[in-house]
């Protein structure tokens, strides 16, 4: 058993260390172009919750959390803000971009990067948005069954 709790968080820290690599890449292009970008900290927080969560959904038994119950259960209480926060995050982007368009975020390039890296923002944005609302929703859902599952082991 303690050779698999080993392997267990080797596996948590590549996935850690995957997560990261993919925020990089996936923000690199806005960062390296518009050096002042209002919604990075949101949009770090939706791709890192996106990326995790999903992977909690479909591997949750092979993770640490397999049989940590508490844990389950703060990720569980965990979910109920973090959905309002995502819901807060989305509409403030929208309303930013509906306002002042994409020009405000990129107003230091030219014309066709603006356009480019401008619809590149949006749909990144809203594209990780969303699905980070549903991986949240989802592994709440994927949590209380799992406790149900562990709690009534051999049962039917």
Known sequence: ????T?????LEALWWIVTIIAIVAILFPIVSKVPDYRFLVSNVILLLVFITFTRYIFQLKHTFLGTRQKIKAGIMLISLP????????ISNFQAFIDENGFAALVKNLTFEEQESLG???KTEYLFFGV???FAVVTLFFRMIISIWRYRNKGTI
């Open 131 to 133: 699905a980070a609302l």
């Open 82 to 89: 973090l959905t309002g926060y995502i819901i807060q995050s």
């Open 1 to 4: 058993m303690q050779e698999e």
């Open 119 to 121: 619809w590149y923002i």
């Open 6 to 10: 080993k392997l267990q968080w080797r």
